[in-house]
């Protein structure tokens, strides 16, 4: 049996994953130039990747955000009220980056 075969696509590492894989692909990066970047291996990142989760220490997944310019939000849920402000403070901030569709 897969591993995730019992996870739906609606559970949060199923969800996460896709996110992180759909950024490192945007991001022209294979898993091993992640590895490279983050010092996460590339077994975890595929791990990661595939919903089957990884020990990847909260620091290290930040480094992954970074390395493949990724922000992961839950698809579902629209951003809160409160948080709504500050991202469009950070949208306006000049990052040298081009904005994202």
């Keep these: 049996m897969h591993p995730r075969s019992d996870r739906p696509p609606?559970?949060?590492l199923v969800a996460v994953g896709g996110q992180v894989r759909a950024a490192r692909m945007h991001?022209?990066?294979t898993q091993r130039q992640v590895e490279d970047l983050t010092g996460i291996d590339q077994t975890s990142?595929?791990?990661?990747?595939?919903g089957r989760g990884s020990n990847t220490p909260l620091g290290r997944f930040?480094?992954?955000?970074?390395?493949?310019d990724a922000e992961?939000?839950?698809a579902d849920r629209?951003?809160?009220t409160w948080i709504a402000p500050l991202l469009?403070?950070?949208e306006g901030h000049d990052?040298?980056?081009?904005p994202r569709p």
Excluded: F, K, M, W
């Design 10 to 12: 609606t559970h949060p």
């Design 27 to 29: 991001a022209s990066l």
């Design 45 to 50: 990142v595929s791990r990661l990747e595939n």
């Design 62 to 68: 930040a480094l992954l955000l970074a390395a493949i």
């Design 72 to 74: 992961i939000r839950p």
């Design 78 to 80: 629209p951003v809160p």
């Design 88 to 90: 469009l403070a950070d």
């Design 95 to 98: 990052s040298g980056h081009e």
